[in-house]
């Protein structure tokens, strides 16, 4: 595609899904200003991914290391103003290097990863922003901690000097509907609201995808990870 056809096709995708995200927050009766559209990249290469930052999306979400690292440095795309947040499983040998080059690790889903990243930051003279990953549908293929195993998870944080724990994160059911999803997003909250303290108040909840972003925004979503809708025609 010519590069200036690229940009007219993901402009607009950006702001048809900006509009989505902004008529659900309407029928949720919250600002619009509450919700981080995440772009996901994984799915295009450097010259699609710096056309999304020219459309207004600069916080970018991939959920493969090696792909995050080497568009980052891509380039067409490095120097661009983008808040990179990991989304994906990250093992603990990647992890120094994803701590360098990412804003954010959304998807931290072990305690072990946890304190792998901390031990990264602190390497770095640095606090890394992260989420975590729960497994709120219960598939056995996804990763992220059970539900029931969040509250003892928390109480070990005051260990992990170097991670800023900022809220939660989690993807609905593979084969379920959009009701099944709304249910998954409503139970991400209760949970939060159930272990959030004043001094971890656990704002953000990543949760909404392509897919199902309206039913999470409805459910309380302050960050959608929203890959395929801005690539309709691109890929
Ligand atoms: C790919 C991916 C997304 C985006 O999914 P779409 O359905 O393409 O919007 C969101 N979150 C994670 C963790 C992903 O891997």
């Not at 909840?205 to 309380?220: C, K, Q, R, T, V």
Request: aromatic share 4%.
């Amino acid at each position: 595609m010519l590069g200036s056809d690229l940009d007219a096709v993901v402009r607009g995708n950006v702001e048809r899904v900006r509009e989505q995200v902004a008529a659900a927050c309407e029928a949720a009766r919250r600002s619009v200003g509450d919700v981080t559209l995440v772009g996901v990249s994984k799915y295009v290469g450097p010259p699609e991914t710096a056309a999304l930052v020219r459309a207004g999306c600069t916080v970018l979400g991939e959920s493969r290391p090696q792909l995050l690292w080497s568009k980052a440095e891509a380039p067409e795309v490095f120097g661009l103003p983008i808040q990179w947040r990991m989304i994906g499983h990250l093992q603990r040998n990647k992890v120094d290097r994803t701590v360098s080059v990412a804003a954010a690790i959304d998807s931290v889903d072990s305690l072990r990863l946890l304190k792998a990243v901390n031990d990264a930051a602190a390497a770095a003279g640095k606090t890394m922003a992260v989420l975590l990953e729960v497994n709120e549908s219960g598939d056995a293929e996804k990763h992220g901690f059970a539900a029931d195993d969040l509250p003892a998870m928390l109480g070990e944080l005051g260990a992990y000097r170097n991670v800023q724990v900022e809220g939660l994160m989690t993807m609905a059911a593979r084969e379920g509907d959009r009701d099944t999803a709304r249910h998954n997003f409503a139970a991400l909250r209760e949970l939060r609201d159930r272990v959030a303290t004043p001094n971890l108040p656990l704002r953000e909840l990543s949760m909404g995808m392509s897919g199902d972003f309206h039913e999470a925004i409805l459910e309380g979503s302050t960050m959608v990870r929203i890959g395929s809708a801005l690539w309709e025609g691109v890929l």
